[in-house]
């Protein structure tokens, strides 16, 4: 209650009843003949008066003062009310704790967070109720709150209900300072955000779920274009042997086309598979570039001559230039760089009837001194392509017209295959076409220009070891780890022919028992063998025999990774089935140390 207006009254009461006392000594001094008592009568009458106004001016004072206290007191309250009712239908709670984590007080809607009484819980830690993982996040809160005026970040943390359930709440600390400036207690506003939290851990868990089938698909791919590869590349791999054995023999020109024709179309059968296999490989990130020194030039010669004897046959003409500013060595991947003009030229051959192909490789742009962009132009006179599809011809498993496939034949990949090598190579390859006069298809890669002479690679053709070569395996004793009959065949065929000496073992087991009782000077080891394959029979030779053998791999499975685990495994090198009798033989003489 507020006195002073009270207070107010009464000293003006006194000041006026002691002014008329005093005016009535001063009256009775000055006047004497004035009646005393009529004196008296009138100064208290006035005196009487000045008191009740002062007495009347005070209640007044005050009943204003006393409704204007009420009413700011009512909007106090209401305020607060309002103010309590928000942040229960908010479902914030609030909580005030002390800088020892004591809580001193919590909001009345903290049992619909934890199930607990607010009136129980003042008193307690509050850190008996955080889970223990994040306790010392709560502390560290604590403790920086003297750094920073407000706590920058919202803490998200587990607190336990009264059944000890977890739940994730959020939480946000300001800091309460006293008349000294003094921070002694600090309030948490928190929140539930328990269902988000399990909504996050929900989708995550869908994600890994999802990743896990998304490689479970891909290894099962993997494997099946592996079982797909061997059981393709073993019997193709006797048609191509057989083929080449019997090429070698006295044959009439009669005999010799059919062979051709037989080889020639194992080799388009190859070229299918690989292209499925590339494409597998580029669409599951697992196709790497190479980098290493080569001759353009030099690629393209050998690229052009086995399609040119396709075109020969086809009756059209293959013409190549390169210009003379093409630089003599370059740093990249000579494979790919291959790879995407074989199936440039190839996919014109297979579209043009009459006329010619024209292969033009130039340098579009140097970009600065030691970088250029070889750009390689292919020109036929086919069918072209009409120009509403030729954005499409670069799309996989799609050909401009649904006959295509039935007339011409092929999986629709080629094309797709090219783009993608060249965007792996920072590349670009467009089409330009009419409709019956032909097309061209551009391919533009950057290559790093270098001077040096080392590290080409191309092949030391004095080095290069040809078929029709006789004797140059003459003393050397090849031990073949082959479980089926033809290729057994055909390996031992091809190996005697260079007068090799060779033995044969069906399968890992009968191989590393061979190779205890006699001495062989290169191992050619199959890898899918019943017993024991050709990994167990590798491992054994290297960690058992301690021997340091040459093995090489010969296997259908044509995979990356099926090649860089035959090295992880400890074999010396790799050749794929079908193969050329060549590259077999020079295998062979550069582990036995013979070239």
Known sequence: MNTRPYVVGILISICVFSGAILAHRLIAFYYPPLNTNTIDLVIYMIATIIICIGIYTAVTYTSKVSIRQIKHGYRLRLADAQYKKLMEDSGISTITIDRKGTIRFLSENIGRLTNYHAQYAVGTDLMKGIDTNFRQLMQDAIDNIDIVKEYEETIQLQVYTKQRIKKWVSMRIYPLRDSKNDINELLLMVWDIDKEKKMEEELRNLEEMQKKQEEQSRLAQEVFLANVSHEIRTPLN????????????????????????????????????????????????????????????????????????RANEKGIALKCFIDTDVPELLVGDSLRFQQVIINLIANAIKFTEIGFVEVKVYPYAFENNNMVRLCVDVTDTGIGIPEEKIANVFESYVQSDTNISRIYGGTGLGLAIVKQLAEMQNGTVFAKSVVGSGSTFTIQIPYKITNSTTGSTTNNEENEIKQNHLEVLKDIKILVVEDNLINQKVVKQTLIRQKAEVEIADNGKIAIKMMGDSLFDIVLMDIQMPEMDGYEATKHIRTVMKSKIPIVAMTADALQGESDKCFEIGMNDYISKPFEPGDLYNKILHLTQKV
């Open 238 to 309: 006797g048609i191509v042997g057989m083929g080449n054995l019997l090429l070698g023999t006295k044959i009439n020109e009669e005999q010799k086309e059919y062979l051709e024709s037989i080889e020639e179309s194992a080799k388009n059968l190859l070229a299918i598979i690989n292209d499925l296999l590339d494409f597998s490989k580029i669409k599951s990130g697992k196709f790497h570039l190479e980098d290493g020194e080569f001759k353009p030039r030099e690629v393209i010669k050998k690229t052009m001559y086995p399609l040119l004897l």
